[in-house]
């Protein structure tokens, strides 16, 4: 089987300007949602907080944790931090409307970026 050739479609020199940019564009974006992270890792479980996280990772989802309760979301997020393993938290945070497995690794990634994103 023959792979195509991969070929940057511009000049490599400039990438750290490209990078510059869109740090300008979705930096802000970025820091939100780590806040957000250490906030439920410090125990403020807030429906506020995961709406920081499931908006940065798609705008279109986050009307769905309306179907929620507020103690439905901290039990969930509580289960995520709590577990020993990432099936256990992935299954806690898919116990909400809203959140399947891209979800739930997105949240995961906020609440303990050392653990679930290496």
């Given at each position: 089987?023959?792979?195509?050739?991969?070929?940057?479609?511009?000049?490599?020199?400039?990438?750290?300007?490209?990078?510059?940019?869109?740090?300008e564009?979705?930096?802000?974006?970025?820091?939100?949602?780590?806040?957000?992270?250490?906030?439920?890792?410090?125990?403020?479980?807030?429906?506020?907080?995961?709406?920081?996280?499931?908006?940065?990772?798609?705008?279109?989802?986050?009307?769905?944790?309306?179907?929620?309760?507020?103690?439905e979301?901290?039990?969930?997020?509580?289960?995520?931090?709590?577990?020993?393993?990432?099936?256990?938290?992935?299954?806690?945070?898919e116990?909400?409307?809203?959140?399947g497995?891209?979800?739930?690794?997105?949240?995961?990634?906020?609440?303990?970026p050392?653990r679930?994103?290496?």
């Open positions: 089987m023959k792979y195509p050739t991969f070929q940057l479609q511009y000049d490599p020199a400039k990438i750290p300007k490209l990078a510059e940019k869109y740090m564009i979705s930096g802000a974006d970025d820091r939100r949602m780590e806040d957000a992270g250490k906030r439920i890792t410090h125990g403020d479980f807030s429906r506020s907080n995961l709406e920081i996280i499931c908006g940065w990772k798609s705008h279109r989802r986050v009307r769905l944790l309306d179907k929620n309760t507020n103690v979301i901290e039990k969930a997020l509580k289960g995520a931090i709590g577990a020993t393993n990432v099936k256990d938290a992935v299954g806690s945070l116990t909400l409307a809203g959140v497995v891209k979800m739930a690794s997105a949240i995961l990634t906020a609440i303990d050392e679930y994103c290496p």
